[in-house]
T-cell receptor
Framework: AQTVTQSQPEMSVQEAETVTLSCTYD???????LFWYKQPPSRQMILVIR??????QNATENRFSVNFQKAAKSFSLKISDSQLGDAAMYFC???????????FGPGTSLSVIP | DAGVIQSPRHEVTEMGQEVTLRCKPI?????LFWYRQTMMRGLELLIY????????DSGMPEDRFSAKMPNASFSTLKIQPSEPRDSAVYFC?????????????FGPGTRLTVL
């Protein structure tokens, strides 16, 4: 069965600095999707970034980028120039290409220190 | 589009009462998911539908939980009878596989408190 692990329950970063959140997953599939979702105190789940496993190039969305290491089954999220609005829970998620269930990790709570 | 709509946003009820949570997916989306989020168990998938048909309900915790999708624009999650351990935030999400990545769009959630 697929699993997603986030080994850092809590992280903190100074405003304007860079932080990296870790995620590992377990799968026997070769083609799949990976996601990072953000959940601020408002509870709304917001997609931050996504990566298709068949793409070697790491996805980037403005200040957010990923380091996708397929062989190591690692999918970390880097947030550059951290802002106060980045404070939230971040969930790593996995989805098989052909199946519709998304597997979420336990989340990492990110605090941004002014 | 207004996004995924859930009602109510907050529900407080007493143990033993019936609770009905409602969801309106994004128009055109043919997949609908119900999740439960708690501190202890994180985000759990309860059930999901495709074209109004339940596909996987293996996450439904007990027979006290039931979900229906009578049409493409409406789904309900019912708990009868409710228990204090059902207290959680319940999310509805929808997706459209016509996109390349099957991104799920989440509603704002319903915070349920069972006293």
């Amino acid at each position: 069965a697929q699993t997603v692990t986030q080994s850092q329950p809590e992280m903190s970063v100074q405003e304007a600095e860079t932080v990296t959140l870790s995620c590992t997953y377990d799968t026997s599939e070769s083609d799949y999707y990976l996601f990072w979702y953000k959940q601020p105190p408002s509870r709304q789940m917001i997609l931050v970034i996504r990566q298709e496993a068949y793409k070697q190039q790491n996805a980037t969305e403005n200040r957010f980028s990923v380091n996708f290491q397929k062989a190591a089954k690692s999918f970390s999220l880097k947030i550059s120039d951290s802002q106060l609005g980045d404070a939230a829970m971040y969930f790593c998620a996995y989805k098989k290409t052909s199946y519709d269930k998304v597997i979420f990790g336990p989340g990492t709570s990110l605090s941004v220190i002014p | 589009d207004a996004g995924v709509i859930q009602s109510p946003r907050h529900e407080v009820t007493e143990m033993g009462q019936e609770v009905t949570l409602r969801c309106k997916p994004i128009s055109g989306h043919d997949y609908l998911f119900w999740y439960r989020q708690t501190m202890m168990r994180g985000l759990e998938l309860l059930i999901y539908f495709n074209n109004n048909v339940p596909i996987d309900d293996s996450g439904m915790p007990e027979d006290r939980f039931s979900a229906k999708m009578p049409n493409a624009s409406f789904s309900t999650l019912k708990i009868q009878p409710s228990e204090p351990r059902d207290s959680a935030v319940y999310f509805c999400a929808s997706s459209f596989p016509g996109t390349s990545v099957h991104e799920q769009f989440f509603g704002p959630g319903t915070r349920l408190t069972v006293l």
